[in-house]
């Protein structure tokens, strides 16, 4: 058995929407390997740390299914929430205080079993801070607007500004936590040419 999984071609309408307009869509329940922290994402130790443990899990995830199961799938990109205790504070000045969950989508295949198993395969393996607390579970957003940015995270605001905007003239309000799907390597791609998802979460009630 030699099946190949690409979620994101799946998955293109939640991984690929269009740059020009903001679109409601409906998202349905998917289950991730999470991992909570604080603080800028530009210089907080402890997000570098959360970004490093996610992958090797993420990755040793997905050699074992290949090796037990034949699956061979690629893994999916990073993904955050972002949020403040008081998201009317929310401010792109003041990312020091910014708590997040980063987080990687895993396929249907994937167990909590599996999860703890090759957790401890990488702490045989690595000493790393913070393996031990990712966590696996469902994230469902439901009802969100969304858009593609092409650029800088740093130029983010006006599309995040539109998106917003786009649901509010059709009488929504948000209803959860700022999301981005990192679809570059910001170490390996010109900040020109970064794209991320923009998603919000949002309701009538």
Same mark, same amino acid.
């Given at each position: 058995m030699n099946e190949k999984i690409d979620h994101k071609k799946e998955l293109k309408h939640l991984y690929r929407p269009s740059k020009k307009d903001p679109e409601i869509i409906e998202v349905p329940e998917m289950n991730f390997l999470m991992v909570d922290g604080k603080g800028d994402p530009n210089t907080a130790k402890v997000y570098s740390e959360a970004v490093s443990v996610l992958y090797s899990l993420a990755y040793s995830i997905k050699f074992n299914v290949k090796k037990?199961?034949?699956?061979?799938y690629s893994v999916m990109p990073l993904e955050g929430l972002w949020w403040v205790e008081d998201m009317h504070d929310f401010s792109t000045d003041n990312k020091e205080d910014w708590l997040w969950t980063m987080m990687i989508m895993q396929p249907d295949l994937v167990t909590p079993e599996i999860v703890e198993e090759n957790r401890q395969a990488v702490i045989k393996k690595k000493s790393l801070p913070k393996l031990e607390d990712i966590y696996f579970q469902p994230y469902n957003e439901s009802l969100s607007v969304q858009l593609m940015h092409i650029g800088p995270y740093a130029d983010e605001a006006p599309n995040i500004s539109r998106m917003h905007q786009y649901a509010f003239d059709r009488g929504y309000k948000r209803a959860g936590k +700022? +999301?981005?799907?990192? %679809?570059?390597?910001?170490?390996?791609?010109?900040?020109?040419? %970064?794209?991320?998802? %923009?998603?919000q979460p949002i309701s009538k009630d």
């Open positions: 037990t199961t034949g699956v061979n +700022h +999301h981005e799907i990192y %679809l570059n390597d910001p170490n390996r791609t010109a900040p020109e040419k %970064l794209k991320t998802v %923009l998603r």
